[in-house]
């Protein structure tokens, strides 16, 4: 028999329960509506400076950014519905790029000239609804979430917000909450995404700087228009990859010979330091499996005469993928197009014989891909890490009719947001392929009668 439960008992439950919900919970598909998220605008009709600065980064521009269309529409879904072991990819990109989207259940969502609410991409209710995230390692969206009257942030502030209430968590001055969406495991558990793991185990981490003291720095401003004004505001600047005044001068370049004099027909051997100053986490980081970055040297005689000079090979497993060649790759961009033996593009598209810092990505067939979720394995991780140095060097032999006079030699560091052959083969727009130039430094060799 069931004993009769007391309906004190009763009150005190639903009071209970009624404290805590709305609940936080994890933001899995269709575990909110769309209506329990306001509009960035609504945020920005007080936080103006906070919404303009967020308006012009990426964060903003995840789902509609025409590369992120082109990769998702084109690649991702064809192939999660071709191939069920990546069939997750379907849903989960919206996770991470359009996450209101993902927890309304509406995936995949319109279409971006739908203007739907997908556009909002990574909003200031997204990041201000997150109370934590489930597990020991921040990854693959695993935020939970609690959307509504309360906005979660680092500070209580001095003003009282009209619009919400404040809750302080430890989370949002950590790097570890960027890292639920800037780590990515793929459908084959291979890390295909790693900015925070890589940061976490490097200088920066240890030394308490965080990736919001790089991408949100600290300035006088105001954080609300109504609001008090405050030394260490977090702008919202969000800037990385994609704002070539960042990318520039993170490498620092120095190049040097072993002989400052020389006869035609003698070896000279240039060294080249590359020092990482800049980033907190390795150099390219993040969709490391767009991304290109590579040393091109070349050395220019006294009547203008110009020599590339490939790079020194240092022996180590898996250098081929760091040196350009003329060689094919990502074929298993066919499976999504329906193109049967695709035969591939051209895997790097720039001088061959330079060096490459880059991780290259299998699909499980062993070919290297440009598309993470089909990656099955990873090979020779030769990026620059935070505040590391590489030395690379490069091998001359004067030619025997070289010109006496001064032997200039320059090493230029350069980037591209996308491997150009891949960016030509999907008509994704150019400036996701144009050339960023990192840095550069020469020296000179006297040649000798
Ligand atoms: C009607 C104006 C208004 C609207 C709309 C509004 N806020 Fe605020 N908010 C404020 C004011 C005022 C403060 C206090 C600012 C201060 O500390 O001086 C504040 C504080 C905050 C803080 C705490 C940090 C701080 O500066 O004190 C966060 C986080 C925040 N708002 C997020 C949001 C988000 C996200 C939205 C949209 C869902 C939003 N706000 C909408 C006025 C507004
Ligand atoms: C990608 C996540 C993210 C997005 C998107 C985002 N914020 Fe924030 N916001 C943060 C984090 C993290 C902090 C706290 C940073 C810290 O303490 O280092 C913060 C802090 C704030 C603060 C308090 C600033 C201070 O100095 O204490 C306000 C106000 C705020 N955000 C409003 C907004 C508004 C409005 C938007 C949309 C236009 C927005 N945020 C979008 C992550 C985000
Ligand atoms: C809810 C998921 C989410 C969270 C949380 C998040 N980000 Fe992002 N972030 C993204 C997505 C998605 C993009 C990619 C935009 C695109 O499509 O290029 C991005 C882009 C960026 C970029 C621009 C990269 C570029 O190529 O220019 C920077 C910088 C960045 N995030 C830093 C941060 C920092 C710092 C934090 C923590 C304070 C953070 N993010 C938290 C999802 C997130
Ligand atoms: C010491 C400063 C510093 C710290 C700390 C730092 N970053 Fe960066 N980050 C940079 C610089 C400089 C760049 C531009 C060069 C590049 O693309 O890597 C960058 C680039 C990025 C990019 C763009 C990468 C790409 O190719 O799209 C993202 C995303 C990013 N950072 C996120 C983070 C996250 C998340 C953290 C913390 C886990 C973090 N950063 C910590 C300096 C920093
Ligand atoms: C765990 C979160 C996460 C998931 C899941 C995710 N992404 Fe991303 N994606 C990001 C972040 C963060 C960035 C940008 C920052 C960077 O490059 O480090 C990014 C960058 C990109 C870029 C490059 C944008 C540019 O402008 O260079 C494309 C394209 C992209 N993602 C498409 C996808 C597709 C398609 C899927 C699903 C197969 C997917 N993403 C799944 C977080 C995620």
């Not at 191939?83 to 990819?89: L, T």
């Not at 201000?128 to 995230?133: K, N, P, Q």
């Not at 598209?349 to 979720?373: A, C, E, K, S």
Request: proline share 7%; hydrophobic share 35%.
């Amino acid at each position: 028999m069931f004993k009769k439960i007391p309906l004190s008992y009763l009150v005190i439950l639903i009071i209970i329960t009624s404290v805590i919900t709305p609940a936080q919970k994890p933001g899995t598909v269709g575990s909110f509506k769309y209506s329990d998220f306001k509009k960035p605008s609504y945020c920005g009709s007080c936080h103006k400076d906070f919404y303009r600065q967020w308006d012009q980064a990426m964060m903003s521009k995840a789902y509609t950014h025409h590369w992120d269309e082109i990769e998702y529409f084109k690649l991702a879904v064809p192939h999660a519905e071709k191939d069920e072991k990546v069939a997750e990819v379907r849903e989960g990109c919206n996770g991470c790029h359009a996450p209101i989207s993902f927890m309304a259940g509406d995936v995949p969502p319109p279409l971006p000239e739908m203007n739907s609410r997908a556009n909002e991409s990574v909003s200031c209710e997204v990041c201000h609804s997150i109370t934590g995230f489930t597990g020991d390692t921040p990854f693959n969206f695993n935020y939970v979430v609690d959307p509504g009257k309360t906005k979660y942030t680092s500070r209580l502030g001095d003003t009282q917000s009209p619009a919400h209430e404040i809750k302080v968590t430890e989370l949002h001055k950590s790097g570890d909450f960027c890292g639920i969406c800037h780590n990515e495991k793929s459908p084959f558990g291979i890390w295909v995404k790693s900015t925070h793991l890589e940061w976490k185990e490097g200088p920066y981490a240890e030394q308490g700087v965080q990736c919001q003291t790089c991408h949100m720095p600290q300035a006088e401003l105001k954080t609300a228009a109504m609001g008090a004004t405050y030394m260490d505001a977090k702008t919202h600047l969000f800037h990385g990859a994609h704002d070539p005044g960042k990318v520039k001068g993170t490498i620092e370049l120095r190049i040097n010979p072993d002989i400052v004099e020389a006869e035609p027909g003698e070896k000279v051997k240039f060294t080249i330091a590359l020092f990482n100053q800049k980033t907190g986490h390795k150099f390219p980081t993040g969709s490391v499996e767009d991304r290109i970055l590579w040393m091109h040297v070349e050395a220019v005689d006294s009547k203008g005469n110009m020599y590339h000079l490939p790079v020194d090979l240092k022996g180590f497993e898996g250098e081929e993928f760091t040196i350009a060649s003329d060689v094919l790759a990502y074929q298993d961009m066919g499976i999504a197009l329906g193109i049967e033996n695709f035969e591939g593009v051209q895997r790097d598209g720039v001088p061959f014989g330079d060096r490459i810092f880059r991780l290259p990505y299998f699909d499980p067939q062993g070919r290297m891909t440009m598309q993470q979720w089909n990656t099955a394995s990873l090979g020779v991780d030769y990026r620059i890490g935070p505040r590391e140095t590489k030395i690379e060097t490069c091998t001359f032999n004067l030619p025997d009719n070289l010109p006496p006079g001064e032997l200039k030699v320059t090493a230029v560091l350069n980037y591209q947001l996308l491997v150009k052959p891949v960016a030509d083969f999907l008509n994704v727009p150019e400036e996701e392929s144009n050339i960023m130039e990192v840095n550069r430094h020469s020296t000179v060799v006297k040649i000798l009668d």
